[in-house]
């Protein structure tokens, strides 16, 4: 069973405050990603990353940056936060091959308050 | 625009009547997959399609495979634990594994 873990769980920050999401998946997945959701717009593409320093944009990248330091770990960073960026955020992984590939494994969500 | 369109947007059923759930994109797509999230927030997989049909258990998917155009999901004898929001993915063709959401079904089974 694939497992992706997420912390923290719940975050509150200032606006312009620096925050971090972390994100560990423990089964050799290729592909790492990062999705916020908002109420009225699903689930939507913010960065992914194919393997270890690798870094593609997503559908809404801007005011966020992520890096990939190994295949397990993708972290979102937000350097000055906003508002608009009050979200519940999601990581998954999927692999690239073989009889699951392409299925996403979600974590738990961050949820993230910017007062 | 919005890629891939969900409907009904809100459900509701009693205990053991059927219903169909149903993603159309506006272009042609290489795979679709349908997730349910939870009370808690937790996002599942239900089913991975590149073409044709799977079933596990009381649930089925469907993904037109001409025009790739439209899948749907079925629940048959709707059960309390089906509660959720359901939302489908799919991705293009030559992107990867880059996918693209509905917005989400709120189903709500009542007894």
């Known amino acids: 069973e694939a497992a992706v873990t997420q912390s923290p769980r719940n975050k509150v920050t200032v606006t312009g405050g620096n925050v971090t999401l972390s994100c560990r998946q423990t089964n050799s997945h290729n592909y790492m990603y990062w999705y916020r959701q908002d109420t009225g717009h699903g689930l939507r593409l913010i960065h992914y990353s194919y393997g270890a320093g690798n870094l593609q944009i997503g559908d809404v990248p801007d005011g966020y940056k992520a890096t990939r330091t190994t295949q397990e770990d993708f972290f979102l960073l937000l350097e000055l936060a906003s508002p608009s960026q009050t979200s519940l955020y999601f990581c998954?992984?999927?692999?690239?091959?073989?009889?699951?590939?392409?299925?996403?494994?979600f974590g738990s969500g961050t949820r993230l308050t910017v007062l | 625009g919005d890629q891939v369109e969900q409907s009904p947007s809100a459900l509701s059923l009693h205990e053991g009547t059927d219903s169909a759930l149903r993603c159309n994109f506006t272009?042609?797509?290489?795979?679709v997959q349908w997730f349910r999230q939870n009370s808690r927030g937790s996002l599942i997989s239900l089913f991975y399609?590149?073409?044709?049909t799977k079933e596990n258990g009381r649930l089925k998917s469907a993904f037109d495979s001409k025009e790739r155009r439209y899948s749907t999901l079925h629940i048959r004898d709707a059960q309390l634990e089906d509660s959720g929001t359901y939302f489908c993915a799919a991705g293009l063709q030559g992107t990867g594994s880059k996918l693209s959401f509905g917005k989400g079904a709120k189903l709500t089974v009542s007894p």
């Open positions: 272009t042609t797509m290489r795979s």
């Open positions: 399609l590149a073409s044709g």
């Open positions: 998954a992984s999927s692999d690239a091959e073989g009889a699951s590939a392409e299925t996403l494994y």
